[in-house]
């Protein structure tokens, strides 16, 4: 953010090198996860890891895509733990951190080449309320679009005669 106020016309620049840097190093701690397996969540309460796998287990890609957005103190480094025990898709897993990530830099940066030293301020105030009506409309997305495909296989076809 300092970089982006101070070097608006960088701001993608930054936003991409940020987005490239986080989730290499996701990747890398997804890769250290996969290897040690369970061991890797030790750190961490059981009722967080069950809550985690829950979602994982329901949502897949998506529980880590919404967790890439969320502003700290949310446990993101859990779900990047846990993809990698759970052993999601890496391919998936990569571009789900990549999307959230490129999202959440972009406004950070956005708003940091747009309002300066303010920019620090409005985010503090209003960035967990935005992260979160941002989860809320990714999840209302795949929902709707689950929905949306289990509608379109329930239809039975038309036009064939009998």
């Known amino acids: 953010m300092l970089l982006a106020a101070s070097r608006p016309s960088w701001m993608l620049i930054y936003v991409a090198a940020a987005m490239v840097g986080s989730t290499a190093g996701c990747v890398c701690l997804y890769l250290v996860s996969r290897r ?3 061991r890797a969540l030790a750190r961490f309460s059981e009722s967080k890891q069950k809550r985690v796998k829950d979602l994982i287990d329901r949502y897949d890609v998506l529980s ?3 967790a890439s957005v969320l502003p700290p103190p949310f446990p993101f480094k859990l ?3 846990s993809a990698g025990v759970f052993r ?3 391919l998936r897993f990569t571009l789900a951190i990549a999307g959230g990530r490129t999202f959440r ?4 940066g956005y708003l ?3 309002y300066g030293d303010q920019a620090k301020e409005i985010l503090q105030r209003y960035y967990p309320a935005i992260g979160i009506g941002l989860a809320v409309l990714i999840i209302v997305f795949f929902v709707g679009r689950n929905l949306m495909r289990r509608g379109r296989q329930a239809e039975p076809v038309s036009g064939v005669e009998s």
Not at 105 to 108: G, I, S, V
């Open 105 to 108: 830099y972009l406004l950070e």
């Open 36 to 38: 040690a397996g369970h």
């Open 79 to 81: 779900f990047v733990v």
């Open 64 to 66: 880590v895509l919404v």
């Open 112 to 114: 940091a080449a747009r």
């Open 88 to 90: 999601l898709n890496l």
